[in-house]
């Protein structure tokens, strides 16, 4: 990947290291941060909490999670923390 996010651009030539962070999903210590040009659609991984992020538009970022259903409680969603509180599985 570009170290900024940003598309790559007609014969630009890349490296290993660039195709393996691309293979990797942009494994990096707070990517959505640390992006400059993130695009829609690609998936980062930030190495220092172990979650995983969807690039949507504008960009804002949505946290793909591994499973387990929200926990609800009196008709509200469960959060600790300001997040998110979900079952194990």
Known sequence: MSETGA???DGQLFSYQDANE??????MSDP???LSAPQVGMILFDT???KAYLVKSGPTFAEIHEGGSIVCNDNAVV??????????T
């Open 7 to 9: 598309d790559y651009v």
């Open 22 to 27: 691309d293979k990797n999903h942009n494994a």
């Open 32 to 34: 959505r941060a640390d």
């Open 48 to 50: 220092d909490t172990g």
């Open 79 to 88: 959060c600790n923390d300001n997040e998110v509180v979900y079952a194990s």
